[in-house]
T-cell receptor, first 112, second 114 residues
C-alpha cells in the first residue's frame, strides 16, 4: 500500500513569513513528486513538480526532495493571505506508473 | 478545450437513483482520471483511462460504479442505485499519457445523495 503522509495542520504563519510544508512517502521507487494547492470549495491546482534530489525554485515557492529520506517539502517565502489554502502532496511511482497518490493535505493559514 | 470541463457542477439526487457525471478533458490529453474527494478526506483514486481503455479499475468502490470513455475524449462516470455514502466531490483530471507531468483537474461535480 503506497502511502503519502502530511501533517493536517492547520499551520498558521504571519504574513511575510516562510511557510514550510512537509510530506513523507512510503514507496522508495517513487520518481515524480507534485504539490497542489486547493482553495476551499475549489479543485486542486498544480503549483510545483520535482523529480531530482535537491531544490527547485519557482517564484516564492521552493520544492525540496530527499529520496534517501523519502521526504519532500514545499517552502513558501513572503507568505501572503492569498496563500491560505490546503496544500496536497502527490507522488507517482516508478517508470510506467500513471497513478498519483495524494496525501490528505496540510491546511495553511496566513495571518495578516 | 482550454481546461478540463465537468458537468454538472452540482447534482442532488434521491437515494436509489442513477446518476451520470461527465468529463471533457483537455484536447490532446490521452490519459484521463477520476478521483473522489469526500468532506475532510483525501483524494481517492477511482479509475484511469489511456485512450478509450481502462487498464486500472481497481479504485471503483463497488459494482454500482462504472465508467466509459469514447473517442479518446469525453468520459462518463455512472453511479447506479446511489447511496448516501456516495456523496462527495467527483474530480476528473487529464494529462499527456504516461508523462512526468502532473494532472490538470476539472472543477468537479458535487454529488449529494438525499
Amino acid at each position: 500500500q503506497k502511502e503519502v503522509e502530511q501533517n493536517s495542520g492547520p499551520l498558521s504563519v504571519p504574513e511575510g513569513a516562510i511557510a514550510s510544508l512537509n510530506c513523507t512517502y512510503s514507496d522508495r521507487g517513487s520518481q515524480s513528486f507534485f504539490w497542489y494547492r486547493q482553495y476551499s470549495g475549489k479543485s486542486p491546482e498544480l503549483i510545483m513538480s520535482i523529480y531530482s534530489n535537491g531544490d527547485k525554485e519557482d517564484g516564492r515557492f521552493t520544492a525540496q526532495l530527499n529520496k534517501a529520506s523519502q521526504y519532500v517539502s514545499l517552502l513558501i517565502r513572503d507568505s501572503q493571505p492569498s496563500d491560505s489554502a490546503t496544500y496536497l502532496c502527490a507522488v507517482r511511482a516508478g517508470a510506467g506508473s500513471y497513478q498519483l497518490t495524494f496525501g490528505k493535505g496540510t491546511k495553511l493559514s496566513v495571518i495578516p | 478545450g482550454a481546461g478540463v470541463s465537468q458537468s454538472p457542477s452540482n447534482k442532488v439526487t434521491e437515494k436509489g437513483k442513477d446518476v451520470e457525471l461527465r468529463c471533457d478533458p483537455i484536447s490532446g490529453h490521452t490519459a484521463l482520471y477520476w478521483y473522489r474527494q469526500s468532506l475532510g478526506q483525501g483524494l481517492e483514486f477511482l479509475i484511469y483511462f489511456q485512450g478509450n481503455s481502462a487498464p486500472d479499475k481497481s479504485g471503483l468502490p463497488s459494482d454500482r460504479f462504472s465508467a466509459e470513455r469514447t473517442g479518446g475524449s469525453v468520459s462518463t462516470l455512472t453511479i447506479q442505485r446511489t447511496q448516501q455514502e456516495d456523496s462527495a466531490v467527483y474530480l476528473c483530471a487529464s494529462s499527456f499519457g504516461r508523462s512526468n507531468y502532473g494532472y490538470t483537474f476539472g472543477s468537479g461535480t458535487r454529488l449529494t445523495v438525499v
